[in-house]
Each structure stands twice: as C-alpha cells, then as structure tokens.
C-alpha cells in the first residue's frame, strides 16, 4: 500500500498515519517529523531548515524531495508506506511521479481530509496544550503568528496539490471533522473502495 495524505496544518494528517501505518506494517513517512529530527540533531539540513519552519513557511522542494527520495530507497518502504506531510507542492508532487516511476512503483491511493478551516487553529492550540501538560516540549511552529503562516503557504501551495490529484482522477476525500474514530472508519472505507492502482501521471 502506498499512500498519499493530503490536508491542512492541524487537519489530523499524523493522527490517520499513524493507525493506517500500524494496520499495514508500513512506514509513516512525515517530512515534518524527519526535518524536525534534523533540526534535533543540528545536521546540514536541519540548520538550513530551522528558521524557515519556525516562522511556518515551506523548506525549499530541493531539500524534501532529497530526503524522502533516500528515505523510500530504504528497506522497510519496499512494500509500502504513508507520506504525510509531502507532496506539499506541485513540484513535489511532480518530482514524486519521477522518483516513483524509476523505481517502477504505483501509489494505491491519496485521501485528502477535509476540514473547516475555522477549526484548524483550535486543535493546534488544544495540541500545543496538551504537550505542555504532558511536560513536553511545543513545536516552534504551532504559535498563532506561524500558523496563519502555514496555512497561507498551503492555500497558495499545497491545495494546489489536491488539484493535480484530482485531475487524474485519483483523489478521495474524507470528512477530518468526524472524531478520530470515525474518520479512521472513513478512511478504511475510502481505501476499499480504491479499484486497482493507477500509474503515475506522464
Ligand atoms: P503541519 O502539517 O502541522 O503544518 P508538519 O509537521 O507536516 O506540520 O510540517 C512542519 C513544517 O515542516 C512545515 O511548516 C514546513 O516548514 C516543513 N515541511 C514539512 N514537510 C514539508 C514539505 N513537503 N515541503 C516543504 N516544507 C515542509
């Protein structure tokens, strides 16, 4: 199963990933997660990467595509894995059908969720408290200044990305207002529904 998540900042994109990673025995291949891992750890990238998500922009194409291109070579995505957070761009998504088609690889399926925009701060806002309460550390980026940052960068950027799904014909929704749960139901439904894998635009 390989599978595209798409949605905005706060849409419950890492929540769904994680279950449907755990029901296929795949990967959750969130680019946030391992640019946040390089910032952590002070790498080249994760230097390059610091500032700019902070203040809730996009790192360049260059950079993602560079590590999820390494990262789905690695051995345990051979049979399948879940991107949640990329293709967050045209161009990714672009570059995403040329790393796929080298190496002879179908994407199953990309569920969008879909959720009112008037909610998306609120649950970042409930996850920023939540983590303080837990005694961990809030994300440089869920504040309010770099949030309406990250949403405008999708709006212009990555709803885009829906669309050129959309064109192929290959785009499923979900309704991410709907409790974990049930969207989690509505996902698996989206999934069996999927007819057989479709190729890469060309
Ligand atoms: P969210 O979906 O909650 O906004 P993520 O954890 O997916 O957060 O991403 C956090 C930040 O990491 C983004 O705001 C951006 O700066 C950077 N980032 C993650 N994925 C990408 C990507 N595919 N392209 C560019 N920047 C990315």
Redesign the pocket.
Known sequence: MRLILL?????G??TQAARLAAKFTIPQL???????AAVKAGSPVGMK?KA??D???????E??VGI?ADRIREADAKNGFIL??????VA?ARALDELLAAMRMQLDAIVELKVDEKALLGR?EKRAAETLAAGGAV?A??NPA?FK??LD??RELTAPVSAYYAGRGTLKTVDGMLAIDAVSSAMDAQLKAEPAAFGAAK
């Open positions: 949605g905005p900042p706060g849409a994109k890492g969130s680019t946030g997660d391992m640019l946040r990467a700019v998500m203040s809730g922009g996009l790192v360049s194409d950079i993602v999820i949640d957070g990329f293709p967050r761009t990714q970042i994300r980026d869920d770099s940052v990250r960068a999708y």
